[in-house]
């Protein structure tokens, strides 16, 4: 397989990044190996963790020596970035990682992010996809991860945002348009998983057999197909063994883009 030599649509090379709660970390590794193989975007679109993912990236806090996101979430717990309310819409705010995302990013909004970046969430009342490329990024950000009945749906200008996996989980139809070659990464295959004992672990795994089912037509679109199997098991809201995330990621995408010349 081998890249188009000529560009003919605005961009040459896009990512797009699935969503996967914890899981979604693997795709640090994924972004260090297509930078290895020179296979750097110049266009990102991301779900749910791979909109964390593909921010970061943009505004270089993804690096080896200096890892912003892996720093941020490293020895911490659901409830530094997530707050409970009483159960109306939700049984989480995500306030404080909307705060967090503006500590520590240096970009207000999308489009003055240094990469093209896309990031995408479900409209809630309309049932529609959402494309964000401009605007304040933490809140849009915090939209895309916002897994429904977990909680409580994101307002941006007066509509309701939830998890942009709960239409399409790998946003490959944001960029295809965009770019000559198109790298899809899933980090959330299905895997062997206890039994759902709660509500919150309900929602969780209805919430894993819809993005299973609705990512078929993305993965069509991509040139390239990373599927992150190592992660298949790893718990959504767990945030242990994170840097054996980002490594499993790295070498499982070095392993399958291999045949990508530079």
């Known amino acids: 397989m081998r890249l188009p030599e000529h560009r003919k649509k605005p961009y040459r090379i896009g990512v797009a990044l699935s969503g996967g709660g914890a899981r979604g970390f693997a795709h640090i590794g994924a972004m260090h190996a297509i930078q290895d193989l020179g296979l750097a975007p110049d266009v990102i679109a991301g779900v749910s963790a791979g909109s964390v993912v593909a921010t970061f990236y943009s505004a270089g806090l993804i690096d080896r020596n200096n890892d912003k996101l892996l720093d941020l979430f490293t020895g911490g717990k659901f409830t530094d970035f997530a707050r409970m309310v009483i159960p109306r819409e939700g049984f989480f705010s995500l306030e404080k990682f909307i705060h ?6 240096p970009y207000k909004n999308l489009e003055e992010l240094p990469v093209k970046t896309i990031v995408c969430a479900t409209e809630l009342d309309s049932g529609t996809k959402a494309v964000f490329e401009r605007g304040a ?21 007066g509509h309701r945002y939830v998890d942009g996996g709960v239409l ?19 980090c959330s295959p299905m895997g062997e998983t206890a039994p759902a004992k709660s509500i919150v672990d309900i929602a969780k795994r209805s919430y894993r057999l819809m993005s299973k089912n609705n990512i078929t037509s993305d993965l069509e679109m991509c040139d390239a197909v990373v599927t992150l199997s190592e992660t298949a098991n790893h718990q959504t809201f767990d945030l242990h063994d994170l840097e054996l995330l ?9 392993k399958q883009l291999k045949s990508l010349k530079k």
């Open 100 to 105: 967090r995302l503006e500590k520590t990013i």
């Open 137 to 157: 990024l933490a809140p849009r950000v915090a939209a895309s991860c916002c897994m429904p009945i977990v909680f409580e749906p994101v307002e941006i200008d």
């Open 168 to 186: 399409r989980n790998l946003p490959a139809y944001a960029i295809r348009h965009l770019c000559d070659f198109l790298i899809g990464v899933n």
């Open 246 to 254: 980002v490594e499993s990621g790295y070498l499982s995408t070095l």
